[in-house]
């Protein structure tokens, strides 16, 4: 039993064909899970990313704070701003906590985080 070369050609194809479509869905399949991860990705940016004015969309606005005396527990913080960007006063609730032990490490998270925000 022996093919000519036109129908070893046709076996080769036969058999490679299934394996080429095999191999088209699944970089679809890649495709559809890595568009699923760069939109997940998005969403967690901006929910971790610079915080914005509830009121005029200000990013990253400039905020006074009078010092708030008291004490409570940390998990239920709660800090007024006066927002520079439309006067209006903000209750803000941090949901994360970065810790220093100095003022100086405090400063060194702050740069880094800066750094983070404009790269
Ligand atoms: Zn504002």
Known sequence: MSMTGREL??????GVT???????????????????????T???????GPPVCPNCGVVNPTVYSSEQAG???LAESVYQFEMHCCN???????EGWVFARTAAE?????DYRRAGVTA
Not at 9 to 14: G, L, P, T, V, W
Not at 106 to 110: C, D, G, L, R, Y
Request: hydrophobic letters at 50%.
């Open 88 to 94: 209006a006063s903000v209750w803000a609730i941090p």
């Open 106 to 110: 405090a400063a060194e998270a702050i």
């Open 42 to 48: 998005v969403q967690m940016e901006a929910e971790a």
């Open 71 to 73: 004490s409570g527990p």
């Open 9 to 14: 050609k046709e076996a080769i194809k036969e």
């Open 18 to 40: 299934p394996l080429v479509r095999a191999l088209e869905r699944s970089a679809k399949a890649n495709e559809e899970l890595l568009d699923i991860a760069k939109q997940e």
